[in-house]
């Protein structure tokens, strides 16, 4: 396929479990504390099996326990992928949505910045499903290596399914190529950089 398979090898090691996880309770901070506290430096941390899975670190996070959220400043979201090849999320600021005292999802937005092994994207945000194990980026998105450069609306990391998915409006250009190439001659043109999974998609695996 594609000559981004490496990068379903990374998605494969970073599956985030649906079933139950423990919070280490050294390194996690509660996420139910007081109406409107403000703490420096806030980190939380998901573990499966004594293993850490995501860790998400902000300079400054303010509680708003009334309505199920965290306000964060400055997050950095990790995935671990237990080779030393993470996925890293990074932007100006987030918001952590709560369910029960469990995170529902994480979003992350200004100056996106997410690097996926040898894979660098750049969008304005980024949101992590839990129920789903997937990174969502609504907006426009510009993935590079230094083999080609792909730019679309809408791109979808399906963490369980290995591979990312572009929406709509896909150009992909090669290292050295004079002329970028539409998502409607990719296939033609690139059949191992990029495939079709139905109208308006493409799949990178």
Request: proline share 2%; charged share 25%; net charge negative.
């Amino acid at each position: 396929m594609l000559a981004l398979s490496s990068l379903g090898f990374v998605l494969g090691r970073t599956i985030i479990s649906q079933q139950s996880a423990a919070v280490d309770p050294q390194s996690a901070v509660s996420l139910e504390p007081d109406v409107s506290q403000r703490i420096k430096e806030f980190r939380r941390v998901k573990v499966k099996d004594g293993r850490k899975e995501w860790e998400l670190t902000a300079e400054e996070a303010e509680f708003l326990t009334d309505q199920g959220q965290v306000v964060v400043a400055g997050p950095k979201l990790a995935f671990y992928g237990g080779d030393g090849r993470d996925i890293q999320v990074k932007g100006k600021e987030g918001r952590i949505f709560l369910s029960d005292g469990d995170v529902e999802r994480i979003e992350v937005a200004g100056g996106i910045e997410v690097t996926v092994g040898e894979y660098f994207v750049a969008t304005d945000k980024a949101i992590y499903f839990e129920n789903i194990n997937s990174i969502v980026a609504p907006g426009e998105v510009n993935l590079r290596s230094a083999e080609l450069a792909l730019a679309g609306n809408g791109m979808m990391l399906e963490l369980g399914e290995q591979r990312v998915r572009f929406l709509r409006g896909v150009t992909t250009t090669f290292q050295g190529s004079r002329h970028g190439t539409s998502s409607g001659e990719a296939d033609s043109v690139a059949t191992q950089q990029a495939s079709h999974a139905g109208p308006g998609s493409t799949v990178v695996r």
